[in-house]
């Protein structure tokens, strides 16, 4: 009796031991669960605000920089605008080098009461407008040089500015007698000065010689009778 009592009692013995140590066990695995769970919950709120944070500092310095490249900008283009603007250029006298000269006889001789008119054509040959202001001179010598040269301006008759676009004309008449009223009637066409050429000079300019033509071009002769020669002035 007493042999069985005390193996009862041992036996249930090792069966607390037993179930101790298990409980144990099962303790020990369900701590770590629960530590790892609190770890990474404290952990996970901490990266995502910083991210947060992180991703908000990025966007307002991206702002910034945008504000900067606006206010660059908007400064740049205002100056470029700004210096676009400038004084227009003054127009430039007409010379020799940029106009071409026409000298057209007159097409009908001159009477007693009437001279007899040739024109002074002036044509801006350049790519930029020029001004004719003050006064231009004329001189033809007669082709066998037996009389005086005629010479003859406009500042008496007015040398106010004439501005000459490209490609534009500017004339003004020369009045004079071409036929001599006091010979007789074979002579009245032979005049002191017979000239195929003559020198026209604009103001403050060289002269330069050019042939005579009439109307339609062709070669022609500025016949001169007596020293009145009258040169007007131009007009576009």
């Keep these: 009796m007493r042999v069985r009592t005390a193996i009862a009692a041992a036996t249930m013995l ?45 966007a307002t310095g991206g702002k910034g920089a945008a504000g900067s490249t606006a206010g660059s900008s908007s400064k740049g283009t205002s100056g470029g605008a700004a210096g676009s603007g400038g004084k227009g250029g003054t127009i430039v006298a007409c010379t020799a080098k940029t106009t071409g000269v026409t000298f057209v006889a007159a097409a009908k001789h001159a009477t007693e009461s009437e ?18 202001v003050g006064a231009t001179s004329l001189v033809a010598k007669d ?18 500015a004439v501005d000459l676009a490209p490609g534009a004309t500017a004339t003004a008449e020369v009045l004079y007698a071409d036929l001599n009223f006091e010979g007789s009637q074979s002579a009245r066409e032979v005049c002191g000065v017979q000239a195929s050429k ?31 020669v009258k040169f007007e002035a131009f007009h576009a």
């Design 14 to 58: 090792v069966a607390g031991l037993a179930l101790t140590a298990c409980q144990g066990d099962d303790d020990k695995a369900g701590g770590n669960p629960s530590n790892a769970n609190t770890t990474t919950a404290k952990s996970t709120p901490g990266k995502s605000q910083g991210d947060a944070s992180g991703t908000a500092g990025s």
């Design 115 to 132: 001279p007899a008119a040739a024109t002074v054509k002036i044509t801006n040959t350049s790519g930029k407008p020029c001004t004719i």
């Design 143 to 160: 082709d066998q040089g037996k009389s005086n040269p005629i010479e003859a301006d406009n500042s008496a008759a007015g040398t106010d």
């Design 198 to 228: 003559v020198e026209i000079a604009l103001p403050k300019d060289v002269g330069r010689t050019v042939k005579v033509v009439n109307g339609s071009g062709s070669p022609a002769t500025f016949n001169v009778c007596g020293p009145d």
